[in-house]
């Protein structure tokens, strides 16, 4: 319904908007999707891997399946639809293709170990393929990862932390659209987020657990683990 939603909204503006409900965990109803796309609209020149999964709960309390599920959407289905996608821009030596991580792509959280593994290779996919597009020589495809805070979505519940309120939707959408229009590789919200990724790069362990205890991440999570004691 959302998809609909959202695409009745494109049209309301004056844009032309199809939707296609996509199951991202399943490789080959991406490539067949992808196939009914450019046969019923043409070429994609802009694509933004937005899709993703967050299950906030321990190692223990993360069900085998959940872990799968996470990284089949979050990192494993950038593979299939820059594969679906990136040979007509290849050919032409136009597109862009954005890739949405998150500011755990660039640091660990306690209660998010898949969901930060899975970013840190969506970064990782971004960096990797940026460079690879250069060594063949097709500049004119542009690459640009977002990498938010918490974002007001319903996933992550009662989320917080100091380094400042959690994001509506809206401000991250207007951020990542100038983004791909001034090409910018690395988008951190808030931007105070790069800083900290530096920061964690250059100073000692001990500082860096204070600073951890600064920033203060907080939200809902079921704790699997138990000691012997209890």
């Known amino acids: 319904h959302g998809i609909e939603d959202t695409a009745a909204e494109c049209r309301r503006l004056g844009a032309k908007a199809h939707a296609f409900v996509v199951d991202c965990s399943n490789r080959e109803d991406i490539y067949s999707s992808a196939k009914k796309v450019k046969a019923e609209i043409g070429d994609v020149s802009i694509l933004v891997n937005n899709a993703g999964v ?52 660039h640091t660990g959280v306690p209660f998010l170990l898949a969901y930060c593994s899975s970013k840190f290779a969506a970064v990782g ?66 931007s105070s987020i790069r800083l900290l990724v530096l920061v964690e790069r250059i100073l000692p362990e001990r500082f860096l657990a204070f600073l951890k205890q600064k920033i203060d991440i907080r939200f809902d999570a079921v704790i699997g683990y138990k000691t012997k004691g209890q």
């Not at 990862?145 to 400042?164: E, M, Q, R, W, Y």
């Not at 991250?172 to 919200?189: A, P, R, S, W």
């Open 125 to 190: 996919f971004h960096r990797a393929l940026t460079e690879e597009l250069a060594a063949l020589e097709r500049t004119g495809i542009k690459t640009t990862c977002l990498c938010p805070n918490f974002i007001n979505t319903g996933f992550i519940k009662n989320a917080s932390t100091s380094l400042g309120p959690i994001l509506e939707p809206e401000e991250v959408v207007d951020k990542l659209m100038n983004g791909i229009l001034t090409e910018q590789k690395m988008i951190f919200i808030p």
């Open 54 to 105: 967050v299950y906030t709960s321990d190692l223990f309390a993360t069900q085998d399946s959940q872990i799968e599920k996470t990284f089949e959407v979050n990192i494993l289905a950038h593979f299939w639809t820059t594969k679906a996608f990136l040979p007509e821009m290849m050919k032409n030596n136009h597109g862009h293709i954005v890739t949405v991580a998150s500011a755990a792509g």
